[in-house]
């Protein structure tokens, strides 16, 4: 059906002429001549879930071109393996939160105001703003990078966006879905919350290094847990 101002138009076969004011009805609009009525809320879900795609594309993108110039710089640059640690996980993370949405597991499809996808945009935007904060952004012209001293300019940085976006996730869940998930997940989220908060607290390198393998292995562990279908 589709509504021309005030009135209804029935669509008795393809051939049949629409008039140029013609438009669907909510709650459905159309693909083709009439054809395969949608609900809006499912436009809405793939509609968010592109959205969704761009800002963590961007995510991914910023950490593979900051991991290539160091690559590409790698003889004047004096490596450290925490930072890359921390970036494995939030690649991680980007692409659990990527998954999430594709199985409509990040509360989307709870949404019912356009307020719900506003709070929702929060945590692609949380992580994009994440990976972006891990790896150095240049390499000096002239001499070279210190991996471990540019970490340290960046790390509090890195774990309050990580510690924050774990809080939001909970926010998030309770104001879209009314509900916080007490299951694997929400232990993922707890462990990755205490790790990174536990690392802003006690500056000490070797916890730190505790802390990141912790929320590796649980990282790690979310993701292959996530099943397909």
Same mark, same amino acid.
């Given at each position: 059906m589709y509504c021309d101002g005030k009135s209804v138009v029935s669509i008795g076969s393809k051939e049949t002429a629409l008039g140029p004011n013609t438009r669907p009805c909510a709650p459905y609009f159309t693909r083709g001549a009439g054809l395969d009525p949608i609900p809006n809320t499912l436009r809405m879900t793939e509609h968010w879930a592109t959205l969704v795609s761009i800002i963590i594309g961007l995510g991914i993108a910023d950490l593979l071109v900051n991991f290539h110039r160091l690559i590409h710089a790698r003889k004047r640059v004096q490596w450290d393996a925490l930072p890359l640690v921390w970036a494995a996980i939030a =690649?991680? /993370?980007?692409?659990?939160? /990527?998954?999430?949405?594709?199985?409509?597991l990040d509360g989307s499809r709870n949404a019912r105001v356009v307020g719900d996808?506003?709070?929702?945009?929060?945590?692609?935007?949380?992580?994009?703003?994440?990976?972006?904060?891990?790896?150095?952004?240049?390499?000096?012209?002239?001499?070279? =990078?210190?991996?471990?001293a540019e970490w340290g300019k960046s790390r509090n940085v890195f774990l309050t966006i990580l510690a924050i976006n774990q809080v939001a996730t909970w926010i998030v869940a309770?104001?879209?879905?009314?509900?916080?998930?007490?299951? %694997?997940?929400?232990?993922?989220?707890?462990?990755?919350?205490?790790?990174?908060?536990?690392?802003?607290? %006690?500056?000490?390198?070797? %916890?730190?290094?505790?802390?990141?393998?912790?929320?590796?292995?649980?990282?790690?562990?979310?993701?292959?847990?996530?099943?397909?279908?």
């Open positions: =690649l991680l /993370w980007l692409f659990n939160y /990527w998954w999430a949405v594709g199985a409509g996808y506003v709070l929702l945009a929060v945590l692609p935007i949380l992580l994009f703003l994440m990976s972006a904060s891990v790896l150095p952004r240049a390499i000096p012209e002239s001499g070279g =990078l210190d991996m471990r309770i104001a879209v879905s009314g509900a916080v998930s007490l299951d %694997f997940v929400g232990l993922v989220r707890t462990i990755a919350l205490l790790s990174a908060v536990g690392a802003l607290l %006690f500056r000490s390198r070797r %916890f730190e290094w505790s802390a990141a393998i912790v929320v590796l292995a649980v990282a790690v562990a979310r993701i292959s847990s996530q099943a397909i279908g």
